[in-house]
């Protein structure tokens, strides 16, 4: 059975810097490109990063690029997401998806085959 865990949401100020985690099981990791979504209440999910199976190539949304960081750890089989300079309209609940490799890296929730619970991050302004 396939399970995503994130952790490490919570409440910041704007200016500042959150991690978020996510911790997978029941799958071989190291096959799997990995991404991070993100949803704001009324709002649909969309796409912040992601990365290859291999740590090699990362995409970002342009509103985030400069400011978060995409990493992953594939022998532990966690996957990160670093965020700095927060900003309010980054609030969300913050989810992490696992994509069987393929040519391409995901940018659409329809693409991610497994999903975590999610993580509610609150930047206060």
């Known amino acids: 059975q396939v399970q995503l865990v994130e952790s490490g949401g919570g409440l910041v100020q704007a200016g500042g810097s959150l991690r978020v985690s996510c911790a997978a099981s029941?799958?071989?990791?190291?096959?799997?490109?990995m991404g991070w979504f993100r949803q704001a209440p009324g709002k649909e999910r969309e796409f912040v990063a992601t990365?290859?199976?291999?740590?090699?190539?990362?995409d970002y949304r342009d509103s985030v690029k400069g400011r978060f960081t995409i990493s992953r750890d594939n022998a532990k089989n966690l996957v990160y997401l670093q965020m700095n300079s927060l900003k309010a309209e980054d609030t969300a609940v913050y989810y992490c998806?696992?994509?069987?490799?393929?040519?391409?890296?995901?940018?659409?929730?329809?693409?991610?085959?497994?999903w975590g619970q999610g993580a509610l991050v609150t930047v206060s302004s």
């Open positions: 998806g696992a994509r069987y490799t393929r040519a391409t890296l995901g940018l659409r929730t329809p693409e991610y085959d497994y």
């Open positions: 029941g799958l071989t990791f190291s096959w799997f490109s």
């Open positions: 990365i290859s199976s291999n740590g090699e190539y990362t």
